[in-house]
């Protein structure tokens, strides 16, 4: 079966960078793309961006673009977020899904990341 | 950017009633590339409704998507107690993606 296991729960403080993995298994990872999604405390979804685990092709919403890099290792079928340059704003769940045309029907368990000095 | 305004914000509802939420768009969004999705606390979003009215695989038939353009509805026919949740649409057919704000169904 499709799953994607991310990384624990991270403090981290103001200026200072977070690396987030999101570990797949059960389908041939490259196939498909891994959309990131984050979700401040009692807020909405907002979408941060895609990668193409086949080439590595990538778009990002624009208020993270320029602090956030979307990575793929396909020998381990993991991808990963990396966001620098943390703000008490970047405060929220993490969620990494597996796309299909758009469409996120695999999603990860969340990682939870606190911004605080 | 494409800006997805779902009404109501909130909605008190009884178990077994009918409900629709709406989301509007601020410009025209491709059919193809429209969803629905469900989040329960302390849980990830579950896909519900792609391409404006597939429904994902599992979900129960009282769930229904229609629209086109810049208006788009998410029916729940016989709400059931598991379906008191958030809701949330989003494009995915225009760079950024974007989700609504969210419709939140309590129990009434």
């Known amino acids: 079966q499709v799953q994607l296991v991310q990384s624990g729960a991270e403090v981290k403080q103001p200026g200072a960078s977070l690396k987030v993995s999101c570990k797949t298994s059960?389908?041939?990872?490259?196939?498909?793309?891994i959309s990131w999604v984050r979700q401040a405390p009692g807020q909405g979804l907002e979408w941060m961006g895609w990668?193409?685990?086949?080439?590595?092709?990538?778009d990002f919403a624009r208020k993270v673009q320029g602090r956030v890099t979307l990575t793929t290792d396909a020998s381990t079928s993991t991808a990963y977020l990396e966001l620098r340059s943390l703000r008490s704003d970047d405060t929220a769940i993490y969620y990494c899904?597996?796309?299909?045309?758009?469409?996120?029907?695999?999603w990860g368990q969340g990682t939870l990341v606190t911004v605080s000095s | 950017e494409i800006v997805l305004t779902q009404s109501p914000g909130t909605l008190s509802l009884s178990p077994g009633e009918r409900v629709t939420l709406s989301c509007r768009a601020s410009?025209?969004?491709?059919?193809?590339?429209f969803a629905w999705y469900q989040q329960k606390l302390g849980q990830a979003p579950r896909l519900l409704i792609y391409?404006?009215?597939s429904r994902a695989t599992g979900i129960p038939d009282r769930f229904s998507g229609s629209g086109s353009g810049t208006d788009f509805t998410l029916t729940i026919n016989r709400l059931e107690p598991e379906d008191f949740a958030v809701y949330y649409c989003?494009?995915?057919?225009?760079?950024?993606?974007?989700f609504g704000q969210g419709t939140r169904v309590e129990i009434k």
């Open positions: 059960g389908y041939i990872f490259t196939n498909y793309y």
């Open positions: 989003q494009q995915y057919g225009s760079s950024p993606w974007t």
């Open positions: 990668i193409s685990a086949y080439n590595g092709q990538t």
């Open positions: 899904a597996r796309v299909d045309a758009g469409i996120a029907e695999y």
């Open positions: 391409g404006s009215s």
């Open positions: 410009q025209s969004v491709s059919s193809t590339f």
